[in-house]
T-cell receptor, first 118, second 111 residues
Framework: NAGVTQTPKFRVLKTGQSMTLLCAQDMNHEYMYWYRQDPGMGLRLIHYSVGEGTTAKGEVPDGYNVSRLKKQNFLLGLESAAPSQTSVYFC?????????????????FGPGTRLTVL | SQQGEEDPQALSIQEGENATMNCSYKTSINNLQWYRQNSGRGLVHLILIRSNEREKHSGRLRVTLDTSKKSSSLLITASRAADTASYFCATSRYNFNKFYFGSGTKLNVKP
């Protein structure tokens, strides 16, 4: 049981290049999330998905696109990278059923992708 | 924004002492969770407290929630050097879907 995995772990891009970050989970979770973490700013939600074939915008979606073609995978794309997108990117998943205090609300995180845009 | 804010931003204590960190938020919540992040790693879930609960324990962790003040505290008792990490609170609302994280408290436990 690998949990949540992210590929790649590190990447350096030049301004204007594109790339795709892959997140995979083997827990059969419904909900998946992409966050970015910048120094001193905590985690900010980029996009999320509440099920296969669905996506929705989070707090900071500009410059990113996502796809959830398979339940276990959530892809984050940067079409034209900018230095402002230099960050650590985390993927997370949760089983996703609502309800006060449900254990389904616990998020499982991947190890992160450190992206530098020059 | 519903984003939580942790206080203090940084905390340095000796091994064996207790560490207390606080989280404040702005809107009604379904539950509040605390996560730990070791340097260079992903976040790990520690404990969840429901909006109708006031206190919860898990091992050396004690979490309180005051919905009237929109605040929560995390107490780590008898701290160890291995507790050195950043701690984040996260809230979610009744319609679920999204989590809101604070900016974290960086805890340093000196051996």
């Amino acid at each position: 049981n690998a949990g949540v995995t992210q590929t790649p772990k590190f990447r350096v891009l030049k301004t204007g290049q594109s790339m795709t970050l892959l997140c995979a989970q083997d827990m059969n979770h419904e909900y998946m999330y992409w966050y970015r973490q910048d120094p001193g700013m905590g985690l900010r939600l980029i996009h999320y998905s509440v099920g296969e074939g669905t996506t929705a915008k989070g707090e900071v979606p500009d410059g990113y696109n996502v796809s959830r073609l398979k339940k276990q995978n959530f892809l984050l794309g940067l079409e034209s990278a900018a230095p402002s997108q230099t960050s650590v990117y985390f993927c997370a998943s949760t089983q996703g059923l609502a309800g006060a205090g449900s254990s389904y609300n616990e998020q499982f995180f991947g190890p992160g992708t450190r992206l530098t845009v020059l | 924004s519903q984003q939580g804010e942790e206080d203090p931003q940084a905390l340095s204590i000796q091994e064996g002492e207790n560490a207390t960190m606080n989280c404040s938020y702005k809107t009604s919540i379904n539950n509040l969770q605390w996560y730990r992040q070791n340097s260079g790693r992903g976040l790990v879930h520690l404990i969840l407290i429901r909006s109708n609960e006031r206190e919860k324990h898990s091992g050396r962790l004690r979490v309180t929630l005051d919905t009237s003040k929109k605040s929560s505290s995390l107490l780590i008792t008898a701290s160890r050097a291995a507790d050195t990490a950043s701690y984040f609170c996260a809230t979610s609302r009744y319609n679920f879907n999204k989590f809101y994280f604070g900016s974290g408290t960086k805890l340093n436990v000196k051996p």
